[in-house]
């Protein structure tokens, strides 16, 4: 199966985009298609041996066009939709002026001028509208384009049929051009709106410096930015911004990198320390080591991550689509209604077809398809902003919905940076050297907190470890492997069959790490570690917010009750398997996020209705966790809340006001209280506020204690 993304361009409204998704998911080579109207993008899944222009070709066939590049910068809205505007708008003021009569014009001169204007607005500013109609009609589909272009031929038609054929009637070439124009005005507003003020990525982009100063042939050379290669020597002083992820290889500076991963303090860097592309040089100045450029640094995925979230739809989208694809011929069988009801009633055909004019301009089913994406787009934007990855729309709607938190314990509660406390020994034939020795060389075969602190232990004592084979990992349980011809064992004490409680030092603030040789008991290990700065207040707001807060760890029980005590938590279990977290998540009766950072935590992050990791976590915790914190902090949990619940009132404001503005426009319209120009205002209108209610969601405030931070 091949994934793919492209933006698509000749969409005017939601029902395009659901024609188009359907097409598409009817070929029996294609997996799944998702087409976002508000970021105008497809997502496709479909099988190796379709080619990309077969893909075109199905787009074409539908109506639409693939954009060349997928653009990841903010396009300026259409020119043509801002000429269309402003030359109806001229049209309709000359217009306007001559239905007041003006003196130097005759009457009959007037409509005849009237006539030429509205008549080239139908051939050549009108023509977009009516292509788009008719691909939806040929796609037995219809949207927008259908009810503008049958609006605005219909009242020219008719004036147009009173005036040559010299009907005593009036005439309304005015209101046929305003249709045009408002219309044309609103998608102008909503495109501008859309790719400047919604498009969070554009900004992430635009943390890529334009040129750097390289070291070339021993000269230091501004390049521009797209010229730079991988092993690149680069110099970044105060206030320009880091080009590639990289090392640095001399100097000493302050970098901020809010953008990238929420941390509002400036972090001290200097010789051999990472640096990320995008973060900016707040005070000093270092040369570094170009190390991974565009997409293969930690800005460029985040680019990335934010294009294929924001591409992908929430559930309750599914709502707005399904509306949108029948609301369209449904307002063409009211308005035909509504011109049968006044024909028969009034015997007036000029108020039967204005009436049914201003039905069908009205209601647009724009907001209704704005509604949902504009909103999930700013939203997924605002958690990017505060170092909260999101890799599916959809998560940002169940993450709103959590009742209780699962945590592990190690490098999430804590740290995760555990330093070894005590060495017990429990044969006075080994001493600690030894016991690092053997210990060593078997977690230098594995990726955890624990092992780590036992590597740099060796490392600090100088210790050289001999080599291991035969290694196996149980997930949950320990390591096992051989070392000098030595079956060497590393569990967890209940494992090895070690009773803690029957020992002389109070070990239950630890974690423990039982050693055994050729099945000997030999020593035990004690680690200790820290909780993170924010780990206290955030269990307290989480808890206060009225959500559960669960404990599930490896680590012995007595351990973690500890930990639960100091934070006030109730409900905490130690020495669980991954089989054991994962057959808690999925019994629970309740949506639970599970967090955690390791391999044991995989199954559980899997089975959890939302499941975070953190930018440092093992690659398998990333993979399965649908939510990835930039910082190492705790405050991403409750932000990412926060932040879920924001989106999904607006999300819930945007779809009340879309369905009550069509509930009531409509009936007016068909009552003959708006005016087919008024209808058309008011349409473009509606879009506009959708958008600027998505918008609010940018002033959302956190508590105080989120605002600041340490430095991990």
Same mark, same amino acid.
């Given at each position: 199966?091949?994934?793919?993304?492209?933006?698509?361009?000749? #969409?005017?409204?939601?029902?395009?985009?659901?024609?188009?998704?359907?097409?598409?998911?009817?070929?029996?080579?294609?997996?799944?298609?998702?087409?976002?109207?508000?970021?105008?993008?497809?997502?496709?899944?479909?099988?190796?041996?379709?080619s990309e222009h077969q893909i075109?070709?199905?787009?074409?066939?539908?109506?639409?066009?693939?954009?060349?590049?997928?653009?990841?910068?903010?396009?300026?809205?259409?020119?043509?939709?801002?000429?269309?505007?402003?030359?109806?708008?001229?049209?309709?003021?000359?217009?306007?002026? #001559?239905?007041?009569?003006?003196?130097?014009?005759?009457?009959?001169?007037?409509?005849?001028?009237?006539?030429?204007?509205?008549?080239?607005?139908?051939?050549?500013?009108?023509?977009?509208?009516?292509?788009?109609?008719?691909?939806?009609? /040929?796609?037995?589909?219809?949207?927008?384009?259908?009810?503008?272009?049958?609006?605005?031929?219909?009242?020219?038609?008719?004036?147009?049929?009173?005036?040559?054929?010299?009907?005593?009637?009036?005439?309304?070439?005015?209101?046929?051009?305003?249709?045009?124009?408002?219309?044309?005005?609103?998608?102008?507003?909503?495109?501008?709106?859309?790719?400047?003020?919604?498009?969070?990525?554009?900004?992430?982009?635009?943390?890529?410096?334009?040129?750097?100063?390289?070291?070339?042939?021993?000269?230091?050379?501004?390049?521009?930015?797209?010229?730079?290669?991988?092993?690149?020597?680069?110099?970044?002083?105060?206030?320009?911004?880091?080009?590639?992820?990289?090392?640095?290889?001399?100097?000493?500076?302050?970098?901020?990198?809010?953008?990238?991963?929420?941390?509002?303090?400036?972090?001290? /860097?200097?010789?051999?320390?990472?640096?990320?592309?995008?973060?900016?040089?707040?005070?000093?100045?270092?040369?570094?080591?170009?190390?991974?450029?565009?997409?293969?640094?930690?800005?460029?995925?985040?680019?990335?991550?934010?294009?294929?979230?924001?591409?992908?739809?929430?559930?309750?989208?599914?709502?707005?689509?399904?509306?949108?694809?029948?609301?369209?011929?449904?307002?063409?069988?009211?308005?035909?209604?509504?011109?049968?009801?006044?024909?028969?009633?009034?015997?007036?055909?000029?108020?039967?077809?204005?009436?049914?004019?201003?039905?069908?301009?009205?209601?647009?089913?724009?907001?209704?398809?704005?509604?949902?994406?504009?909103?999930?787009?700013?939203?997924?934007? #605002?958690?990017?902003?505060?170092?909260?990855?999101?890799?599916?729309?959809?998560?940002?709607?169940?993450?709103?919905?959590?009742?209780?938190?699962?945590?592990?314990?190690?490098?999430?509660?804590?740290?995760? /940076?555990?330093?070894?406390?005590?060495?017990?020994?429990?044969?006075?034939s080994y001493s600690e050297t030894?016991?690092?020795?053997?210990?060593?060389?078997?977690?230098?075969?594995?990726?955890?907190?624990?092992?780590?602190?036992?590597?740099?232990?060796?490392?600090?004592?100088?210790?050289?470890?001999?080599?291991?084979?035969?290694?196996?990992?149980?997930?949950?349980?320990?390591?096992?492997?051989?070392?000098?011809?030595?079956?060497?064992?590393?569990?967890?004490?209940?494992?090895?069959?070690?009773?803690?409680?029957?020992?002389?030092?109070?070990?239950?603030?630890?974690?423990?790490?039982?050693?055994?040789?050729?099945?000997?008991?030999?020593?035990?290990?004690?680690?200790?570690?820290?909780?993170?700065?924010?780990?206290?207040?955030?269990?307290?707001?989480?808890?206060?917010?009225?959500?559960?807060?669960?404990?599930?760890?490896?680590?012995?029980?007595?351990?973690?009750?500890?930990?639960?005590?100091?934070?006030?938590?109730?409900?905490?279990?130690?020495?669980?398997?991954?089989?054991?977290?994962?057959?808690?998540?999925?019994?629970?009766?309740?949506?639970?996020?599970?967090?955690?950072?390791?391999?044991?935590?995989?199954?559980?992050?899997?089975?959890?209705?939302?499941?975070?990791?953190?930018?440092?976590?093992?690659?398998?915790?990333?993979?399965?966790?649908?939510?990835?914190?930039?910082?190492?902090?705790? #405050?991403?949990i409750y932000k990412s809340l926060?932040?879920?619940?924001?989106?999904?009132?607006?999300?819930?404001?945007?779809?009340?006001?879309?369905?009550?503005?069509?509930?009531?426009?409509?009936?007016?319209?068909?009552?003959?209280?708006?005016?087919?120009?008024?209808?058309?205002?008011?349409?473009?209108?509606?879009?506009?506020?959708?958008?600027?209610?998505?918008?609010?969601?940018?002033?959302?405030?956190?508590?105080?204690?989120?605002?600041?931070?340490?430095?991990?």
């Open positions: 199966m091949i994934d793919k993304q492209y933006t698509i361009e000749g #969409m005017s409204c939601q029902a395009c985009a659901t024609r188009l998704e359907k097409v598409l998911n009817r070929k029996p080579e294609v997996e799944q298609a998702e087409v976002n109207f508000a970021t105008e993008t497809l997502n496709i899944r479909y099988h190796d041996q379709v075109h070709e199905w787009v074409k066939d539908a109506g639409f066009k693939i954009a060349a590049t997928i653009t990841q910068t903010p396009q300026k809205p259409s020119l043509r939709l801002w000429a269309t505007w402003t030359i109806t708008l001229y049209f309709t003021l000359l217009m306007v002026g #001559m239905l007041f009569h003006v003196e130097w014009i005759h009457s009959h001169t007037s409509i005849f001028i009237q006539f030429i204007l509205a008549t080239f607005s139908q051939l050549f500013l009108a023509i977009p509208f009516y292509k788009s109609a008719y691909a939806a009609i /040929k796609g037995r589909m219809a949207n927008m384009d259908v009810l503008v272009s049958s609006g605005t031929l219909i009242i020219w038609l008719y004036s147009s049929i009173v005036f040559l054929a010299n009907i005593p009637e009036h005439v309304y070439f005015e209101a046929s051009c305003m249709i045009l124009g408002f219309v044309s005005l609103g998608k102008y507003i909503e495109e501008k709106v859309k790719k400047e003020s919604l498009n969070s990525i554009s900004l992430l982009v635009k943390l890529n410096p334009k040129t750097v100063l390289a070291k070339r042939s021993d000269t230091w050379t501004e390049i521009p930015f797209d010229q730079i290669q991988t092993g690149e020597i680069i110099r970044a002083r105060q206030g320009e911004r880091i080009a590639a992820d990289g090392v640095i290889l001399e100097g000493h500076a302050f970098f901020d990198e809010s953008h990238l991963t929420g941390e509002s303090i400036s972090l001290e /860097k200097s010789t051999d320390d990472q640096v990320l592309a995008g973060s900016l040089v707040s005070d000093g100045s270092v040369i570094y080591l170009a190390q991974a450029l565009g997409e293969k640094t930690l800005l460029g995925d985040m680019i990335h991550a934010m294009n294929e979230a924001q591409g992908t739809k929430a559930h309750i989208a599914r709502l707005a689509d399904k509306v949108s694809s029948v609301f369209v011929p449904l307002v063409m069988g009211i308005a035909l209604l509504t011109f049968i009801v006044n024909f028969f009633l009034l015997s007036d055909v000029e108020t039967a077809i204005i009436r049914a004019v201003s039905v069908l301009v009205i209601a647009c089913p724009c907001a209704l398809g704005l509604a949902t994406p504009a909103a999930i787009m700013v939203g997924i934007g #605002m958690a990017s902003r505060n170092g909260i990855w999101f890799k599916q729309a959809s998560t940002l709607e169940s993450t709103a919905h959590l009742k209780e938190i699962v945590l592990d314990k190690t490098g999430t509660l804590t740290l995760g /940076k555990p330093e070894i406390k005590h060495i017990l020994l429990l044969d006075d030894q016991v690092l020795s053997l210990a060593c060389a078997l977690e230098s075969q594995v990726s955890h907190p624990l092992a780590t602190a036992i590597i740099e232990e060796a490392q600090r004592r100088q210790i050289n470890p001999p080599s291991a084979k035969n290694v196996e990992v149980t997930a949950g349980h320990g390591i096992k492997g051989q070392v000098n011809e030595l079956t060497i064992e590393l569990a967890k004490p209940d494992s090895l069959g070690i009773d803690t409680q029957s020992l002389s030092k109070d070990l239950s603030s630890y974690s423990l790490i039982g050693m055994r040789v050729n099945h000997h008991l030999v020593a035990l290990i004690a680690l200790g570690d820290t909780l993170k700065p924010d780990t206290i207040p955030t269990i307290q707001a989480l808890q206060q917010d009225g959500l559960d807060i669960t404990i599930l760890s490896g680590d012995q029980e007595s351990l973690v009750q500890h930990i639960a005590q100091t934070l006030h938590i109730k409900h905490a279990k130690g020495n669980q398997t991954p089989r054991d977290k994962a057959s808690y998540i999925q019994n629970s009766p309740h949506p639970i996020g599970m967090v955690g950072d390791g391999i044991n935590d995989a199954a559980a992050l899997t089975a959890a209705t939302v499941s975070y990791s953190f930018k440092d976590s093992t690659d398998v915790a990333q993979h399965s966790a649908d939510i990835t914190l930039m910082g190492n902090a705790l #405050m991403g926060l932040i879920s619940r924001a989106t999904m009132k607006t999300i819930k404001q945007n779809l009340f006001f879309a369905l009550v503005y069509n509930c009531l426009g409509i009936p007016l319209a068909a009552f003959g209280l708006l005016t087919p120009a008024v209808a058309g205002l008011a349409m473009a209108l509606s879009s506009f506020s959708v958008i600027m209610n998505a918008l609010r969601l940018k002033r959302l405030t956190f508590p105080s204690f989120l605002n600041t931070t340490d430095k991990p």
